[in-house]
């Protein structure tokens, strides 16, 4: 414990004043703090617990300004794309548009072995739907979106991170 205590206090300077029982609380306001009253915010949400928690606390701290993206890319399981928008509408009440690119994802991958190609065909094909989606956003909302929401679990610890929207 003193190894790990040295390494992440004194080495990597960590804080310790933050307790488990009002990090969610915490994250709201930082992302308030963050996010201006006419801020719209894209969450790119994957079905896991990284981003569905990430999309939950954005959510919390700036309502409708959310916007949610799921991708189908056609490698999903069995009913994926229905169970997951079902529990993030029904269930956490996130508001979500679905992307059917299963087409667009498997005729890119048609026929590409090498796994760092695949990567790279899949990363690229990704942001060009965020891409298409935030351009959509702003012709709806008449601004465009500003952050594009990350989540990561680390340590037991949920960060939500902001990224400013480069697109």
């Known amino acids: 414990m003193e190894l790990l205590r040295h390494f992440l206090v004194d080495i990597c300077g960590v804080p310790t004043n933050w307790k488990v029982e009002t990090l969610m609380e915490d994250e709201i306001e930082v992302i308030k703090s963050m996010v201006g009253p006419d801020d719209h915010v894209i969450c790119a949400l994957s079905g896991g ?30 009913k994926e794309q229905e169970r997951v928008t079902g529990t993030f509408k029904r269930d956490l009440h996130l508001p979500v548009t679905c992307v059917d690119a299963s087409v667009q994802f498997l005729g890119e991958l048609k026929g ?31 601004t465009k979106p500003t952050y ?20």
């Open 49 to 78: 617990v990284d981003s569905t928690v990430a999309a939950t606390i954005v959510h919390k701290a700036i309502g409708d300004r959310l916007h949610c993206i799921f991708v189908d890319n056609g490698l999903l399981r069995y």
């Open 112 to 142: 590409v072995v090498d796994p760092e190609k695949k990567r790279k065909i899949i990363g690229k094909e990704f942001i060009s739907i965020f891409d298409a989606f935030a351009h959509d956003l702003e012709k709806t909302l008449g």
């Open 148 to 167: 594009l929401v990350q989540g990561t679990l680390y340590s037991g610890c949920i960060s939500v991170i902001l990224f400013l929207n480069s697109i």
